[in-house]
């Protein structure tokens, strides 16, 4: 052969493709080659082994297995189980998803608010508490949406009090609501109090008094200032401190 070319092992002519070990993100099957699915996928094309963990994974979900497919999770590295619980939730099972070590919790929040695990956002708020819960937003309440980050009126402090209190769990939402006047987060505070007065109007109203702050007291020469700063982040707030309370 001519030796100013590579000879043909060089040149990587293999018909039989590399079989590196990943997560499926959106695949369509092309076909089996050597003991392996030739699949496309988002990331490109890629020959997924028959013995990947994945494949027996989906397979025992397939077929209502949903133990067994469990005790496959630990083949999985905890840097993978993001694609891993959004491969379970393409597969209708992401309550399967919540124990995953490696799963952030905005997304285990997320996956518990979308599929109604009430009891697995319990253990979260009660693991994470509202530090944890405002480490995923800051308390803006801003999300990613198609168009980037997309900001909304509420926090997600509000929208896991608003679920819960939805399933009946006054008493974790009165809890949720005091620790956020203790830890200076009012605003959320008064939302989650006016939810409240539904359902506990004596409490609640409480809650909302110390949110909103005490009224202005006037006098011909002077204005007593409150003891605390009053909480105007939110329009309402001043309306309903001088007028409704």
């Given amino acids: 052969p001519n030796d100013s070319q590579p000879s043909l092992p060089h040149r990587c002519f293999t018909l039989t493709p590399p079989t590196i070990p990943m997560t499926l993100n959106h695949p369509v099957v092309l ?6 699915l030739l699949v496309s996928t988002v990331t490109g094309i890629c020959a997924i082994p028959l013995h990947h963990p994945l494949l027996r994974i989906g397979a025992l979900i397939a077929a209502g297995q949903h133990a067994k497919a469990q005790r496959w999770f630990d083949a999985i590295p905890p840097s993978e189980h993001e694609s891993l619980a959004f491969f379970l939730d393409r597969r209708g ?91 200076g987060c009012r605003n959320e505070a008064f939302v989650l109090g006016s939810l409240l007065m539904s359902v506990e109007a004596a409490d609640a109203k409480k809650l909302v008094e110390t949110a909103v702050g005490p009224k202005l007291e006037k006098d011909e020469n002077s204005i007593v200032i409150p003891i605390f700063e009053a909480s105007n982040d939110y329009p309402v707030t001043s309306l309903v401190r001088e007028n409704i309370l």
Avoid: F, N, P, W
């Fill in 93 to 183: 099972a992401a309550d399967l998803a919540m124990g995953l070590s490696g799963l952030s919790l905005e997304t285990q929040v997320d996956m518990a608010l979308r599929y109604g695990l009430t009891d697995a956002l319990v253990d979260l708020v009660d693991t994470y508490g509202l530090e944890g819960l405002r480490k995923i937003d800051m308390g803006r309440g801003v999300s990613v949406g198609i168009v980037g980050s997309e900001e909304h009126d509420h926090s997600i402090v509000v929208c896991v009090g608003a679920y819960l209190l939805s399933e009946g769990r006054m008493q974790l939402v009165k809890e949720l609501a005091e620790e956020c006047l203790e830890e």
């Fill in 31 to 36: 076909g089996y080659q050597s003991g392996s």
